[in-house]
C-alpha cells in the first residue's frame, strides 16, 4: 500500500533530522519548548495543487518518529492526490544541541539510505548556512525526490526545513512535474524566539 510506504518513508526522514544535535557530543542549549507551532512554510502550502487533500494521518506518523529523539522540536503536514499516486510530506526540524552540517547530512543520509535506494544524493561541498540538500530516492513503487535546507543559529543549534515528494506509477509525469514545482519551495524555518 503506497501509504504505509510513504509513512515508513517519512519516518525514516524524521528519525534522520530528529538527530540533530545528537551525535556529535556538543554541549546542550535550552531545548525547544515541547509544543511546537503548526508547520509554517508559507510558499510551499500556497504551491499545493487544489486537488490535493490533507493527509494529517501521515505527518503525525513523521511527528511521531521525530520526537523519539530528546529536545527536537518538530513541525510536519502531509499532502496527496490518492487517485493520481502522488504525496508530499513536508518537516520543520529544530535541534537543542549544537552540531555542524557534515554530521546532519551524514545521518539524514544515512537514516534514509537504510529506509530507501538512493539516488543522486548532493551535499554542498563546502559548509554553507544554509545548506541545501537534494536527493532522489525510491521506497517500494513509490519514486520522488527530497530537498532539504539546513541553517545554523549563533550557537551552531541546527533548524531544517524538509520536503519530499513521491508518486507511484499511476501518473509519474505530472506527480513528477507537481514535485518539481514544490520542492524548490521548501524554506529554512525562521528562528525560534528566545522564552
Known amino acids: 500500500m503506497d501509504r504505509h510506504r510513504l509513512t515508513t518513508a517519512c519516518g525514516a526522514m524524521a528519525a534522520a533530522l530528529a538527530g540533530l544535535g545528537g551525535c556529535d557530543g556538543g554541549s546542550p542549549a535550552r531545548p525547544p519548548a515541547p509544543s511546537t507551532p503548526p508547520l509554517g512554510q508559507p510558499a510551499l502550502r500556497a504551491a499545493i495543487p487544489a486537488s490535493w487533500a490533507s493527509l494529517p494521518e501521515v505527518a503525525r506518523s513523521a511527528e511521531a518518529a521525530a520526537h523519539e529523539a530528546e529536545g527536537v522540536a518538530v513541525a510536519a503536514a502531509a499532502w496527496g492526490d490518492a487517485a493520481a499516486g502522488c504525496y508530499l510530506v513536508a518537516m520543520e526540524l529544530r535541534g537543542a544541541r549544537r552540531d555542524a552540517l557534515r554530521v546532519v547530512a551524514d545521518k539524514l543520509g544515512w537514516h534514509l539510505d537504510a529506509q530507501a535506494a538512493m539516488h543522486a544524493w548532493q551535499v ?72
Do not use: H, M, W
Open 124 to 195: 554542498p561541498e563546502r559548509d554553507l548556512n544554509p545548506a541545501e540538500i537534494l536527493g532522489k530516492l525510491s521506497v517500494g513503487s513509490l519514486s520522488g525526490g527530497l530537498r532539504a535546507l539546513i541553517a545554523f543559529d549563533t550557537r551552531a543549534l541546527p533548524r531544517a526545513g524538509l520536503a519530499a515528494c513521491f508518486y507511484n506509477e499511476r501518473e509519474p509525469a505530472t506527480c513528477a512535474a507537481a514535485c518539481e514545482r514544490l520542492l524548490p519551495q521548501v524554506q529554512v524555518p525562521p528562528l525560534a524566539p528566545r522564552p
